[in-house]
């Protein structure tokens, strides 16, 4: 995957992180938010059933009115004090109408008449106490003329409500209305210290059967008005039960201002107006504004918590989701382009090679067929992957063979077929071995195939693969290698004879001449008869035991010159070895000049091949000859050490040792410091090529200043008892 | 073709040549001298004043041990006593052996008729000028 695509994929996987995280917060905000919603429509109808409670607490004083009025009606306007104690008694004492002092009449009476009603009054009633609450002159007082129950209201009993303004206007409102009327909030005189009080009016007429409605005609037939007296706290302390609790308020009157203000802890919420909820009552008519917030709601802060609980750890998931999707995404994508490249790099790896490679699976239809395989075979791969076996290219009586050989080295019964080829390689991984080929054309190639099991991760055999190298240029080139290695061989040992052949000669013409000289001896003898029988038997003797001197040298000869390289390994000891050598050989360093010395433990003894352990000390003894015949020091000395391993032959002459820039080229074929036509150069490759067949070393030192070659024969190895 | 009474000093390195010879020739009435190698010829020849000839092998071992420097050590210090070389190796052998003043060279394995008419031919000849 490319920069641009990662940075493009680490973009959206951000973007979608954002988004995703814009979502759930959005989400979990509305989420909130409908709950609120909830809270606060509840809320809203606390409020409004607030409202309505207390409203209708209000409006319910009426009925209490209405019963007062009765009472006057029934009575003939006039009831008598114990008459209305009865009624009140009757009434439980207005107990009913929670927030209400008590109920009473107020009669409006003439100026004229007053001094005549209070009289009346005084008589009726020892209790009233006439009083103003100011000097204002009026047509009319409005005389509190009872007031039940009198215990909790006897400051009111007597007083002329008209006197005041705002409780004469409202009472004035109800006899214009006739209807109920409250006054504005004032200080009530059974309680001086409330802040808010109120006075509710109904009014009462002698006869409203003509025209009620008119304004005149109420004002004309008044009598009075039935009245409550109240206070706000005791109206809301009533109320207050059945309100929400959270729930703060404030009263006012729309024309009086401010009635009541609970006071209250409130949240911020209570600052922003909107938060407030309203609703006007009419009441008495008059207005009153009911305003009120709720407290803050317990659940809210539980709610925002979730919220923010439930925010994180949506927002966690998410990204958790996108990372790991992200990830997988481009590790996915990575993983495809890696095992895309790994593909490709295979098919090359596939179609470069040399070697036919062909695979199968387990039942061994081909699943690979490589472009040296179709090469080698004539077979194309669309007409083997996926259809044919192996078993097309192979040689049927080569598969049987080999199915019984498997048979009796595994020692179960090996089908002649597929099993055949991968038996092996089931049990041991792998099995190489030389196989006929045919090709599409009938051509036979010699291969060399190397059977492997292809397993999965757990081990299981999914597989196999064969690959197969064409062995027809390594036979051909081997058998070229063989052709010239013998040839090589045999130039060697020409060479060899043909440098030993002066000192041959010398060795078989030396006997020659003494057989010759004995026998011109014993015919000399005989003639002159100088000779007694005892020197003639002497002579012959001579003469038999030079013979089988030449003898020996010849079969030296010969079994030097024969290929010996197919010899099997002897035990010689290492003096015959040296001892056959020089015999070949020892004239060549006598007629040089050149003195030998062997020395050594002769009598060790060595597994070799011993013809060609001679012809390689005699050519070391050759090089030594060559490289010494011309200097003024002339002599070789051959030695032999017995280690615990191994026999070491060591070959030292008084030369100087070897230049540096030729002692990595010595062992080397044709490498030669000899003139022309004296040597072949392959004297120590071969010879070095006898002793690695040997197992052992040949090697080059320099030893006290002069050259040294040694070389080692290992020993048979001990049978440990 | 006889050579009874004559002085002949034989060289070879190989005992069994060497013995075989001194006997045919004392067989033959020759006084026989024998060395095994050119320096020990050279020294008997000096230290042997009547000596007629010298029969010598050609390889023999020693740094001077051969018959041809044994053949050059004694032309230089005298040009007529008959020196035969012997030699089993043939090749260029004979063509050394003259070049170095050899009276006559034969190949082993020699004829004795024919060494010993060689041998004969020279001593009664004539020293040359």
New interface residues.
Partial sequence: MSYIQRKTAFLLSILIIVVGIAVIGFATFKLREFSIAGIVESEQLAFSRAAYILGDRVRSYVHGLQGMNGVYLTNDFRPSPQQLTKYATYRDNFKNFEGAFGFGFIRRVAAKDLQAYLQSRRQMDPRFNFRRLSEKHYDNYYIIESIEPYDKNAPALGLDIGSETARREAAELAMRTGLNAITAPIRLVQSPNAEAGFLSFLPLYSDLSTEPTLVKAKTQHLIGWAYVPFTVEGLIKQVRQSFDDRLVFELHDADAGEIYKMSAKLDSRFHDPKNWYEEELVVGQRRWRFRGAFTPHPLIPVLNFLGLVAFVFLSTIHIVWVINYFRLKLSKDETTKKSDEILSWQQAVLDGSAYSIISTDTTGIITTFNKSAARILGFRAEEMVGLKTPGVFHDPVEVTEYAAVLSRELGRTIEPGFEAFVAKARDYDSDTRNWTYIGKDGTRTQVRLCVTAIRDQSKAIIGYLGVAEDLTQVIKLENEINEQRLKMIAASKMSALGEMA??V??????????????A??LR??IK?Q??NLEQMND?ID?IEK?AHRIGKIIAGLRSFSRDSSTDSMVDCSAEKIISETLELCS?RF??R?I?ISVTGDLHASLMCRPVEISQVLMNLLGNAHDAICNL?Q?WVKIAVRETTDSTIFTVTDSGTGIPDTMKEKIMQPFFTTKEVGKGTGLGLSISKGIIDSHRGRLFYELVDGHTQFSFTIPKKKKQSA | MNLSGTHIIIVDDDPGLLEVMKMYLEMKGVHTYCATNGVQAYDLWRKTPGCQAIVSDIRMPGERGDGIHLTRRVREMDVNIPVVLISGYSEGAEETAMAAGASAYLNKPFEWKELEATIAELIQQKPLG
């Fill in positions: 002066a000192g000669a010398h060795e078989i013409n030396n006997p020659l001449a003494i057989i010759v000289s004995w011109s001896m000399e003898g002159s100088k000779l002579g001579r030079t004239e006598k007629e000049g003195s003024s002339k």
